[in-house]
């Protein structure tokens, strides 16, 4: 039996869930389709990103179960979150450099 000092948490309903994976399915369907068309590479990109971005944040919150958790969790995943993407900036420049460098 829990005390009464801990926090107890709603867990997801199945409806819940079968919702979560629509969307990510639908929004799969969406960068399937982006890939056929012809964007500028720039766009494609944001466009795309932006939608694993989404993507990943449904599948953190609903199946990792982090939205059901008490925010300080999520506020010790945050800073990892920023050193991922300061590191994406620092090591991608490098990435593009090496791509010229190749003999064609």
Not at 48 to 63: N, Q, R, T, W
């Amino acid at each position: 039996m829990a005390s009464p000092t801990e926090q107890t948490h709603a867990e997801g309903t199945t409806r819940v869930f079968l919702i979560v994976w629509f969307w990510l399915l639908a929004l799969t369907g969406v960068e399937v389709f982006l890939g056929y068309k012809q964007l500028e590479l720039k766009l494609m990109l944001v466009l795309l990103m932006g939608i694993s971005i989404i993507k990943a944040a449904l599948i953190i919150a609903y199946f990792m179960h982090l939205r059901y958790e008490r925010t300080s969790m999520a506020a010790i995943l945050m800073p990892a979150l920023v050193i991922v993407i300061l590191l994406m900036n620092v090591f991608l420049p490098d990435s593009v450099r090496l791509l010229h460098m190749r003999p064609h």
